[in-house]
Protein backbone atom coordinates (compact mmCIF):
# COMPACT_ATOMS: atom_id res chain seq x y z
CA UNK A 1 0.00 0.00 0.00
CA UNK A 2 1.07 3.37 -0.86
CA UNK A 3 0.92 4.82 2.98
CA UNK A 4 2.60 2.29 4.04
CA UNK A 5 6.24 3.16 1.96
CA UNK A 6 5.17 6.97 3.04
CA UNK A 7 4.67 5.95 6.80
CA UNK A 8 8.23 4.08 6.69
CA UNK A 9 9.70 6.82 4.78
CA UNK A 10 8.26 9.78 7.64
CA UNK A 11 9.71 7.43 10.23
CA UNK A 12 12.63 6.76 8.92
CA UNK A 13 13.11 10.57 8.44
CA UNK A 14 12.12 11.46 12.37
CA UNK A 15 14.36 8.81 13.62
CA UNK A 16 17.48 8.24 11.92
CA UNK A 17 20.06 10.37 12.62
CA UNK A 18 21.68 13.78 10.87
CA UNK A 19 23.54 13.09 7.63
CA UNK A 20 26.93 13.69 7.92
CA UNK A 21 30.18 12.24 5.97
CA UNK A 22 30.65 9.38 8.58
CA UNK A 23 27.33 8.04 7.46
CA UNK A 24 27.00 8.05 3.65
CA UNK A 25 28.05 5.39 1.50
CA UNK A 26 27.27 4.43 -2.18
CA UNK A 27 24.66 2.13 -3.09
CA UNK A 28 25.77 -1.77 -3.25
CA UNK A 29 27.22 -2.54 -7.08
CA UNK A 30 28.06 1.32 -7.81
CA UNK A 31 31.82 1.19 -7.19
CA UNK A 32 32.83 -2.54 -8.79
CA UNK A 33 37.13 -3.04 -8.36
CA UNK A 34 38.54 -3.02 -11.92
CA UNK A 35 39.33 -6.03 -13.26
CA UNK A 36 42.90 -7.13 -14.29
CA UNK A 37 43.43 -8.57 -17.40
CA UNK A 38 45.23 -12.11 -15.88
CA UNK A 39 43.89 -15.43 -17.40
CA UNK A 40 43.15 -16.55 -20.72
CA UNK A 41 40.68 -14.33 -21.70
CA UNK A 42 42.09 -11.18 -20.25
CA UNK A 43 45.78 -12.42 -21.26
CA UNK A 44 47.88 -11.97 -24.94
CA UNK A 45 46.67 -8.27 -26.16
CA UNK A 46 45.70 -7.43 -22.68
CA UNK A 47 42.91 -4.78 -24.72
CA UNK A 48 45.09 -3.40 -26.93
CA UNK A 49 44.02 -4.75 -30.38
CA UNK A 50 46.58 -5.70 -32.80
CA UNK A 51 49.74 -4.51 -34.67
CA UNK A 52 49.25 -0.89 -35.75
CA UNK A 53 49.64 2.46 -34.07
CA UNK A 54 46.70 1.26 -31.29
CA UNK A 55 48.55 -1.53 -29.94
CA UNK A 56 52.21 0.50 -30.24
CA UNK A 57 50.23 3.38 -28.31
CA UNK A 58 51.25 5.65 -30.82
CA UNK A 59 47.74 7.64 -30.69
CA UNK A 60 47.11 10.60 -32.80
CA UNK A 61 45.66 13.63 -30.44
CA UNK A 62 41.90 13.91 -30.38
CA UNK A 63 40.33 15.56 -33.16
CA UNK A 64 42.95 14.35 -36.09
CA UNK A 65 41.21 13.45 -39.04
CA UNK A 66 43.78 10.94 -40.56
CA UNK A 67 45.33 14.21 -42.53
CA UNK A 68 42.44 15.26 -43.92
CA UNK A 69 41.27 18.69 -43.13
CA UNK A 70 40.10 18.54 -39.25
CA UNK A 71 36.54 19.36 -38.42
CA UNK A 72 37.60 21.71 -36.08
CA UNK A 73 39.34 23.80 -38.41
CA UNK A 74 37.27 23.58 -41.93
CA UNK A 75 35.30 26.81 -40.49
CA UNK A 76 36.43 30.33 -39.92
CA UNK A 77 36.14 31.10 -36.48
CA UNK A 78 32.75 34.46 -35.47
CA UNK A 79 33.26 36.77 -32.48
CA UNK A 80 29.79 36.58 -31.46
CA UNK A 81 30.70 35.65 -27.62
CA UNK A 82 34.13 37.77 -27.45
CA UNK A 83 34.57 39.45 -24.09
CA UNK A 84 31.20 39.06 -23.06
CA UNK A 85 32.00 37.41 -19.82
CA UNK A 86 33.78 40.81 -19.28
CA UNK A 87 31.34 43.09 -20.63
CA UNK A 88 29.32 45.30 -17.37
CA UNK A 89 25.42 45.64 -17.49
CA UNK A 90 23.97 48.80 -15.50
CA UNK A 91 19.82 48.30 -15.14
CA UNK A 92 18.09 51.43 -16.44
CA UNK A 93 16.11 53.41 -14.42
CA UNK A 94 14.42 56.63 -16.01
CA UNK A 95 14.54 59.79 -14.14
CA UNK A 96 10.39 59.77 -14.89
CA UNK A 97 10.55 56.39 -12.46
CA UNK A 98 12.77 58.41 -9.78
CA UNK A 99 9.88 61.31 -10.19
CA UNK A 100 7.54 58.56 -8.96
CA UNK A 101 9.05 57.10 -6.65
CA UNK A 102 10.12 60.20 -4.82
CA UNK A 103 6.54 61.55 -4.98
CA UNK A 104 4.95 58.56 -4.07
CA UNK A 105 7.10 58.19 -1.01
CA UNK A 106 9.81 55.32 -1.83
CA UNK A 107 12.59 56.98 -2.14
CA UNK A 108 13.05 60.03 0.65
CA UNK A 109 15.03 63.33 -1.01
CA UNK A 110 16.25 64.26 2.25
CA UNK A 111 19.03 61.26 2.20
CA UNK A 112 21.54 60.45 -0.48
CA UNK A 113 20.04 58.25 -3.02
CA UNK A 114 22.31 55.18 -4.14
CA UNK A 115 22.43 51.48 -4.96
CA UNK A 116 21.46 50.79 -1.42
CA UNK A 117 18.31 53.10 -0.96
CA UNK A 118 16.67 51.87 -4.08
CA UNK A 119 17.49 48.06 -3.96
CA UNK A 120 15.37 49.25 -0.32
CA UNK A 121 12.44 49.76 -2.55
CA UNK A 122 12.59 46.07 -3.73
CA UNK A 123 11.20 47.42 -6.75
CA UNK A 124 14.72 46.61 -8.62
CA UNK A 125 16.82 43.49 -8.52
CA UNK A 126 20.02 43.45 -9.00
CA UNK A 127 22.53 40.15 -9.14
CA UNK A 128 26.06 41.35 -8.89
CA UNK A 129 26.31 37.43 -10.49
CA UNK A 130 24.90 37.92 -13.18
CA UNK A 131 27.62 40.93 -14.21
CA UNK A 132 25.44 43.79 -13.17
CA UNK A 133 27.52 46.11 -12.22
CA UNK A 134 24.35 48.41 -11.03
CA UNK A 135 21.92 51.31 -12.19
CA UNK A 136 22.35 53.85 -15.07
CA UNK A 137 19.95 56.80 -15.19
CA UNK A 138 18.14 57.23 -18.65
CA UNK A 139 16.73 60.50 -19.89
CA UNK A 140 13.13 59.45 -20.35
CA UNK A 141 11.03 62.57 -18.13
CA UNK A 142 13.91 64.97 -17.70
CA UNK A 143 12.31 67.80 -18.69
CA UNK A 144 9.41 67.61 -16.24
CA UNK A 145 11.72 66.26 -13.64
CA UNK A 146 12.01 68.76 -10.36
CA UNK A 147 13.23 67.03 -7.70
CA UNK A 148 16.46 68.38 -5.87
CA UNK A 149 18.66 65.09 -4.51
CA UNK A 150 21.88 63.60 -4.30
CA UNK A 151 21.97 60.52 -6.11
CA UNK A 152 24.87 58.31 -6.48
CA UNK A 153 24.59 55.89 -9.71
CA UNK A 154 27.33 54.25 -12.11
CA UNK A 155 26.41 56.06 -15.63
CA UNK A 156 24.42 58.90 -15.75
CA UNK A 157 24.47 60.59 -19.63
CA UNK A 158 25.02 64.10 -19.85
CA UNK A 159 20.72 65.00 -20.28
CA UNK A 160 19.95 63.58 -16.76
CA UNK A 161 23.43 65.00 -15.17
CA UNK A 162 22.15 68.21 -16.60
CA UNK A 163 18.46 68.06 -15.54
CA UNK A 164 19.67 66.83 -11.65
CA UNK A 165 21.30 69.85 -11.23
CA UNK A 166 19.53 72.07 -13.23
CA UNK A 167 17.59 71.59 -9.49
CA UNK A 168 20.34 72.23 -7.09
CA UNK A 169 20.81 68.41 -6.20
CA UNK A 170 24.05 66.27 -6.85
CA UNK A 171 24.67 63.46 -9.24
CA UNK A 172 27.78 61.29 -8.61
CA UNK A 173 28.59 58.22 -10.53
CA UNK A 174 30.56 55.59 -8.46
CA UNK A 175 31.76 51.96 -8.90
CA UNK A 176 31.26 49.53 -7.12
CA UNK A 177 32.99 46.01 -7.72
CA UNK A 178 31.22 42.74 -7.46
CA UNK A 179 31.67 41.73 -4.06
CA UNK A 180 30.98 45.21 -2.69
CA UNK A 181 28.19 45.72 -5.04
CA UNK A 182 26.79 42.63 -3.37
CA UNK A 183 26.65 43.80 0.27
CA UNK A 184 25.25 47.21 -0.27
CA UNK A 185 22.69 45.52 -2.08
CA UNK A 186 21.36 43.96 0.69
CA UNK A 187 23.10 45.08 3.67
CA UNK A 188 21.29 43.15 6.13
CA UNK A 189 21.48 39.54 4.69
CA UNK A 190 26.10 40.70 4.32
CA UNK A 191 26.13 41.57 7.78
CA UNK A 192 24.58 38.42 9.02
CA UNK A 193 27.09 36.39 7.11
CA UNK A 194 29.82 38.08 9.51
CA UNK A 195 32.58 38.51 7.03
CA UNK A 196 34.40 41.38 7.42
CA UNK A 197 33.38 44.48 4.80
CA UNK A 198 35.51 43.98 1.49
CA UNK A 199 37.48 46.56 0.52
CA UNK A 200 36.10 48.22 -2.88
CA UNK A 201 38.23 48.05 -5.64
CA UNK A 202 39.09 50.71 -8.28
CA UNK A 203 37.41 50.35 -11.76
CA UNK A 204 38.55 48.30 -14.50
CA UNK A 205 40.79 50.21 -16.84
CA UNK A 206 38.48 50.78 -19.62
CA UNK A 207 36.21 52.18 -16.74
CA UNK A 208 38.98 54.16 -14.97
CA UNK A 209 38.92 57.21 -17.46
CA UNK A 210 34.68 57.41 -17.42
CA UNK A 211 34.82 57.45 -13.31
CA UNK A 212 37.71 59.67 -13.60
CA UNK A 213 36.10 62.46 -16.06
CA UNK A 214 34.37 65.90 -14.23
CA UNK A 215 32.11 65.60 -16.86
CA UNK A 216 30.58 62.18 -16.04
CA UNK A 217 30.27 63.55 -12.39
CA UNK A 218 32.98 60.33 -11.80
CA UNK A 219 33.68 59.38 -8.32
CA UNK A 220 37.56 59.66 -8.64
CA UNK A 221 37.98 63.26 -10.54
CA UNK A 222 39.02 66.19 -9.31
CA UNK A 223 35.87 68.47 -7.34
CA UNK A 224 37.23 71.85 -8.63
CA UNK A 225 36.61 70.36 -11.80
CA UNK A 226 33.30 69.36 -11.08
CA UNK A 227 32.53 72.91 -9.36
CA UNK A 228 33.19 74.02 -13.20
CA UNK A 229 31.14 71.54 -14.62
CA UNK A 230 28.19 72.35 -12.58
CA UNK A 231 28.64 75.72 -13.22
CA UNK A 232 28.14 75.18 -17.13
CA UNK B 1 27.35 54.73 1.28
CA UNK B 2 28.32 51.99 3.69
CA UNK B 3 31.16 53.69 5.14
CA UNK B 4 29.20 56.72 5.75
CA UNK B 5 26.70 54.42 7.82
CA UNK B 6 29.70 52.52 9.19
CA UNK B 7 31.06 56.09 10.43
CA UNK B 8 27.94 57.39 11.88
CA UNK B 9 27.68 54.07 14.03
CA UNK B 10 31.43 54.73 15.20
CA UNK B 11 31.21 58.40 15.66
CA UNK B 12 28.13 57.35 18.40
CA UNK B 13 30.01 54.22 19.77
CA UNK B 14 33.32 56.99 19.41
CA UNK B 15 35.59 55.62 22.34
CA UNK B 16 36.05 52.00 20.90
CA UNK B 17 37.01 53.12 17.52
CA UNK B 18 39.11 56.69 17.73
CA UNK B 19 40.86 56.03 14.67
CA UNK B 20 38.81 54.20 12.60
CA UNK B 21 37.35 57.67 10.68
CA UNK B 22 41.25 59.44 10.28
CA UNK B 23 42.03 56.79 8.39
CA UNK B 24 42.91 57.91 4.64
CA UNK B 25 43.65 55.55 1.88
CA UNK B 26 46.95 56.39 -0.40
CA UNK B 27 44.37 56.53 -3.39
CA UNK B 28 41.69 59.13 -1.59
CA UNK B 29 41.21 62.28 -3.32
CA UNK B 30 43.36 64.51 -1.23
CA UNK B 31 46.50 62.77 -2.83
CA UNK B 32 45.41 62.11 -5.83
CA UNK B 33 44.67 65.74 -6.63
CA UNK B 34 47.17 67.67 -4.00
CA UNK B 35 46.10 71.36 -5.03
CA UNK B 36 42.48 70.53 -5.21
CA UNK B 37 40.17 72.36 -2.71
CA UNK B 38 37.78 69.10 -2.86
CA UNK B 39 34.55 70.97 -3.21
CA UNK B 40 32.30 70.23 -5.41
CA UNK B 41 29.86 73.00 -4.19
CA UNK B 42 32.54 75.82 -4.66
CA UNK B 43 30.89 78.64 -6.28
CA UNK B 44 32.37 79.49 -9.58
CA UNK B 45 33.13 83.20 -10.90
CA UNK B 46 31.58 83.71 -14.77
CA UNK B 47 34.17 84.31 -17.21
CA UNK B 48 34.71 88.08 -16.55
CA UNK B 49 35.66 89.20 -20.33
CA UNK B 50 36.77 92.65 -21.19
CA UNK B 51 34.47 94.70 -22.48
CA UNK B 52 35.42 94.06 -26.52
CA UNK B 53 35.07 90.45 -26.36
CA UNK B 54 32.20 88.18 -25.82
CA UNK B 55 33.22 85.08 -23.99
CA UNK B 56 30.61 82.79 -24.55
CA UNK B 57 28.37 83.05 -21.67
CA UNK B 58 24.98 83.59 -21.72
CA UNK B 59 22.76 84.58 -19.06
CA UNK B 60 19.80 82.45 -18.77
CA UNK B 61 18.21 84.70 -16.12
CA UNK B 62 18.23 87.68 -18.08
CA UNK B 63 16.71 85.50 -21.32
CA UNK B 64 12.85 85.45 -21.90
CA UNK B 65 12.52 81.82 -22.48
CA UNK B 66 9.12 80.48 -23.78
CA UNK B 67 8.31 76.83 -25.05
CA UNK B 68 5.76 75.51 -27.14
CA UNK B 69 4.50 72.74 -29.18
CA UNK B 70 6.64 71.67 -31.84
CA UNK B 71 5.25 70.85 -35.91
CA UNK B 72 5.78 68.15 -38.05
CA UNK B 73 4.96 64.37 -37.32
CA UNK B 74 5.55 62.27 -34.23
CA UNK B 75 1.44 61.46 -33.30
CA UNK B 76 0.38 62.41 -29.57
CA UNK B 77 3.48 62.82 -28.49
CA UNK B 78 4.11 66.44 -30.95
CA UNK B 79 0.90 67.31 -30.26
CA UNK B 80 0.50 67.29 -26.41
CA UNK B 81 4.40 67.82 -25.25
CA UNK B 82 6.15 71.17 -25.50
CA UNK B 83 9.82 70.96 -26.75
CA UNK B 84 9.60 73.36 -28.69
CA UNK B 85 11.66 76.42 -27.39
CA UNK B 86 11.76 80.57 -28.39
CA UNK B 87 14.18 83.01 -26.70
CA UNK B 88 13.84 86.27 -26.78
CA UNK B 89 15.97 89.27 -25.28
CA UNK B 90 16.14 92.95 -26.24
CA UNK B 91 19.80 93.47 -27.85
CA UNK B 92 20.19 96.84 -26.87
CA UNK B 93 19.86 96.64 -23.74
CA UNK B 94 21.77 93.35 -23.13
CA UNK B 95 24.91 94.05 -20.97
CA UNK B 96 26.48 90.55 -21.65
CA UNK B 97 27.20 91.69 -25.45
CA UNK B 98 29.99 94.02 -26.02
CA UNK B 99 28.64 97.65 -27.43
CA UNK B 100 30.52 97.39 -30.64
CA UNK B 101 29.20 93.64 -31.81
CA UNK B 102 25.44 95.38 -31.25
CA UNK B 103 25.58 96.73 -34.58
CA UNK B 104 27.18 94.30 -36.52
CA UNK B 105 24.75 91.71 -35.11
CA UNK B 106 21.68 94.31 -36.10
CA UNK B 107 23.04 94.45 -39.44
CA UNK B 108 24.07 90.80 -40.40
CA UNK B 109 20.58 89.50 -39.01
CA UNK B 110 17.52 91.56 -39.91
CA UNK B 111 15.11 88.51 -40.10
CA UNK B 112 15.87 87.86 -36.13
CA UNK B 113 14.55 91.39 -34.70
CA UNK B 114 11.25 92.24 -34.20
CA UNK B 115 9.74 95.53 -34.47
CA UNK B 116 10.62 96.34 -30.86
CA UNK B 117 14.20 95.54 -31.07
CA UNK B 118 14.04 91.74 -29.68
CA UNK B 119 16.43 89.42 -31.09
CA UNK B 120 14.26 85.92 -31.27
CA UNK B 121 15.64 82.50 -31.63
CA UNK B 122 13.91 79.42 -32.02
CA UNK B 123 14.40 75.63 -32.23
CA UNK B 124 13.17 72.34 -31.84
CA UNK B 125 15.61 70.27 -33.34
CA UNK B 126 15.36 67.56 -30.59
CA UNK B 127 12.25 65.70 -28.85
CA UNK B 128 13.85 67.14 -25.61
CA UNK B 129 12.82 70.86 -24.57
CA UNK B 130 16.25 71.48 -22.00
CA UNK B 131 18.07 70.11 -25.59
CA UNK B 132 16.35 72.49 -27.57
CA UNK B 133 17.42 75.22 -24.58
CA UNK B 134 20.69 73.95 -24.91
CA UNK B 135 20.72 74.23 -29.24
CA UNK B 136 18.96 77.25 -29.10
CA UNK B 137 21.74 78.96 -26.96
CA UNK B 138 24.31 77.47 -28.87
CA UNK B 139 23.19 79.27 -31.81
CA UNK B 140 22.87 83.07 -29.98
CA UNK B 141 26.60 82.18 -29.06
CA UNK B 142 27.23 81.36 -33.13
CA UNK B 143 26.02 84.43 -34.29
CA UNK B 144 27.45 86.73 -31.61
CA UNK B 145 30.63 84.96 -32.62
CA UNK B 146 30.13 85.26 -36.50
CA UNK B 147 29.71 89.09 -35.68
CA UNK B 148 32.88 89.25 -34.18
CA UNK B 149 34.84 87.39 -36.61
CA UNK B 150 37.47 89.87 -38.40
CA UNK B 151 39.12 88.03 -41.20
CA UNK B 152 42.73 88.27 -41.68
CA UNK B 153 44.59 91.07 -43.10
CA UNK B 154 45.98 90.57 -46.52
CA UNK B 155 49.50 90.09 -46.98
CA UNK B 156 50.95 92.08 -49.33
CA UNK B 157 52.43 88.92 -51.06
CA UNK B 158 48.81 87.95 -51.70
CA UNK B 159 48.11 91.43 -53.25
CA UNK B 160 51.23 90.69 -55.36
CA UNK B 161 49.88 87.58 -56.75
CA UNK B 162 46.58 88.85 -57.28
CA UNK B 163 48.32 91.93 -59.23
CA UNK B 164 50.20 89.99 -61.47
CA UNK B 165 47.14 86.97 -62.24
CA UNK B 166 45.69 89.74 -63.70
CA UNK B 167 47.81 91.46 -65.37
CA UNK B 168 49.42 88.35 -67.32
Not at chain 1, 50 to 73: C, D, I, T, V, W
Not at chain 1, 179 to 206: C, T, W, Y
Not at chain 2, 124 to 152: G, H, M, W, Y
Not at chain 2, 154 to 167: D, Q
Request: aromatic letters at 8%; hydrophobic letters at 35%.
Amino acid sequence: MTSSGVDKALSLVRNLPRISFNNLRDSVGKRKPRERCRGRYGGKTHGCGQKGSEQRQAYMRLGHGGGQNPFYMRFSKEPYYKGWHLQREYLPISLHRIQMLIDTGRLNPEEPIDVTQICNTKLFKLDPRKKQYGFQITDEGADCFDAKINLEVQYAPEHVIAAVEKNGGIITTAFYDAMSLQAAVDPEAFFNRGVPIPKRMLPPHDALVQYSDPKQRGYLADPDKIAEERFI
Amino acid sequence: MLRRRLINWISQNGRYFTSASKYKSSICLENIYPGSSLNILRSVQKPAGDGTNFTGYVPIEQLKVSYSMASGPGGQNVNKVATKVDVRFHLKNAQWIPEALKEKILEQNPNRITKDGYFVMKSDLTRSQQLNLADALEKIRTVIKAAAFVPAPVTEETLEKIRKRSSA
